[in-house]
């Protein structure tokens, strides 16, 4: 696959330490239910009476073990973020999540995808008990309204308090699985508690590896400004505009999409 163009790129880089500096007079706004509305239980997550209302904001990433395809262009991730909103009408959650790669001050990638879980009358549609038994193994699920050739990944929220760490799993064994906490850096034992957890749970403590969240600190109101910025909504909406290159770039597209979305991402912000 090439990427043509004519003429030199213009864009300034972004990164992370520069977009700590932004006004913080902004709020994050999420969607949660109507004053009065009992809240809405998200059925399918190991959570028990999942309430994605409360679930939605901002959590990071502490740990994580990530092997597989989901896993891959994240090796070299710094302050990995997942910003998740509620989306009532719809009863589904949209989570834009993204890192710094390579040091607290390099260049950022992200991508936008929604959760949705499955319910009694889904399963009811069904076209045969195969196609039933592979709904009920990944009953919510996570996809990617903007790259639908990416086949949607299971998500499972193990465990929450919804106020300070989130268990979360993404995948139908145990090849992936992130601990989320509502502070950058919660401390040693928060990590080690939660990998604990997950070892008697039948995942590998050794495997889980610390996520550093060694950036800049961001207020609530300097990521909302982050995240409606022109060059992040492109990349998390996979619309990149004409990159203006002198000569093609080769990529390959057996690589992971997050290795060539990370190789689209250093051209367009220099």
Not at 10 to 35: C, E, G, H, N, V
Not at 167 to 175: P, R
Request: proline share 6%; charged share 25%; net charge negative.
């Amino acid at each position: 696959m090439q990427v043509l163009a004519d003429s030199s790129p213009t864009q300034a880089t972004i990164s992370y330490s520069q977009l700590s500096k932004l006004p913080s007079d902004m709020i994050l706004r999420l969607d949660t239910p109507s004053d009065g509305d009992a809240p809405f239980m998200m059925e399918g997550m190991t959570a028990k009476n999942f309430n994605p209302a409360r679930y939605a904001g901002r959590w990071f990433e502490v740990a994580s073990l990530k092997r597989g395809f989901a896993g891959q262009g994240q090796e070299d991730c710094h302050c990995t973020q997942g910003v998740y909103s509620f989306d009532e009408k719809n009863k589904s959650i949209q989570v834009d999540t993204f890192c710094v790669h390579g040091s607290p001050d390099g260049y950022i990638t992200g991508i936008r995808g929604v959760v949705k879980c499955i319910g009694d009358a889904d399963l009811a549609m069904a076209e045969s008990e195969e196609e039933r038994q592979e709904m009920i193994a990944s009953k919510c699920f996570l996809k990617f309204p903007f790259l639908p050739f990416i086949p949607k990944e299971p998500y499972d929220v193990i465990e929450t308090d919804y106020d300070t760490f989130a268990l979360v799993s993404g995948a139908k064994d145990k090849s992936f699985v992130q601990i989320y906490s509502r502070t950058p850096n919660p401390g040693p034992q928060f990590i080690e508690k939660y990998k604990s957890y997950l070892a008697d749970i039948g995942y590998n403590a050794s495997q889980i590896k610390d996520t550093p969240q060694d950036c800049e600190g961001m207020s609530m109101g300097q990521l909302q400004q982050m995240m409606a910025m022109t060059g992040m909504q492109e990349a998390l909406t996979n619309r990149f505009p004409d990159l203006e290159l002198r000569r093609p770039v080769q990529l390959n597209p057996f690589t992971s999409v997050f290795d060539t979305f990370k190789k689209l991402l250093e051209l367009y912000f220099k």
